[in-house]
């Protein structure tokens, strides 16, 4: 038997199941989208707050790290930053000392700290003063000197190191080796030395000197050690 088609009968269901799956991928499309959108927004606000808060520890980590406990000897202790380690050790009848050495990165190379302690060697010259005044078993420190060749009056022979003073207080000043950037600490009424008594261990005499070959020297370090210097 010959099946008959309406005319126009097929195109219509046709069109209206073309059309359906249109719509319903559009609605599924504009769901899956707004869902997407949805959830990005809320992964961008929880990042800014989380973000704040690994921030802030991070800081706080950061300005903790600053200042460790590098040196806890049997007469004295006192701070250093992050990354310094002592690096030699010398107890002889003419010099007894520990120097720090800063880390191996770019920025740090060039620091150096040294300590003498009781010890500490007569020929001693620096390029620089940073007075000290004693208090208890603490100290404090005043205004470091420029390159002591600028203020230095005995220069009767600039080869050897000449007596100098700085705010009235004495030390020795490396003439011929202006250009090396050394900074020693002295007290009032001595030389190269700071005598401090501590509450066990009693009276040690100390010298720091710290040397930075960098073109512009940074005495965060040295200023940092002295003002967490404590005699045991």
Not at 66 to 95: C, H, K, Y
Not at 111 to 133: E, G, M, Q, T
Not at 154 to 179: E, H
Not at 205 to 210: D, E, P, Q, R
Request: net charge positive; hydrophobic share 35%.
């Amino acid at each position: 038997m010959t099946r008959r088609y309406q005319i126009g009968s097929r195109p219509t269901r046709r069109l209206r199941k073309f059309f359906g799956v249109v719509v319903v991928s559009l609605i599924a499309f504009g769901g899956l989208a707004g869902f997407v959108l949805w959830d990005m927004n809320r992964s961008s606000l929880n990042g800014e707050v989380e973000g704040e808060a690994r921030s802030v520890a991070q800081k706080e980590d950061v300005k903790a790290a600053v200042n460790q406990l590098a040196a806890d000897e049997p007469f004295f202790s006192f701070s250093l930053p992050a990354g310094w380690v002592a690096v030699d050790r010398r107890n002889a009848p003419t010099e007894r000392s520990i120097t720090w050495h800063a880390s191996k990165s770019k920025k740090t190379v060039g620091h150096s700290l040294k300590l003498y302690i009781d010890a500490i060697p007569k020929d001693i010259a620096v390029n620089k003063l940073l007075p000290v005044d004693v208090a208890g078993n603490t100290v404090t420190y005043r205004q470091i000197s420029e390159n002591c060749k600028n203020f230095t009056t005995a220069r009767k022979s600039s080869t050897m190191p000449q007596p100098s003073k700085w705010q009235g207080v004495d030390f020795t000043c490396d003439l011929p080796n202006f250009v090396q950037n050394k900074v020693g600490t002295a007290a009032p009424g001595e030389i190269n030395a700071m005598t401090i008594t501590g509450p066990t261990k009693g009276k040690h005499k100390y010298l720091f000197v710290y040397t930075d070959h960098h073109n512009q020297p940074d005495y965060q370090v040295l200023y940092t050690a002295l003002k967490t210097f404590q005699a045991k």
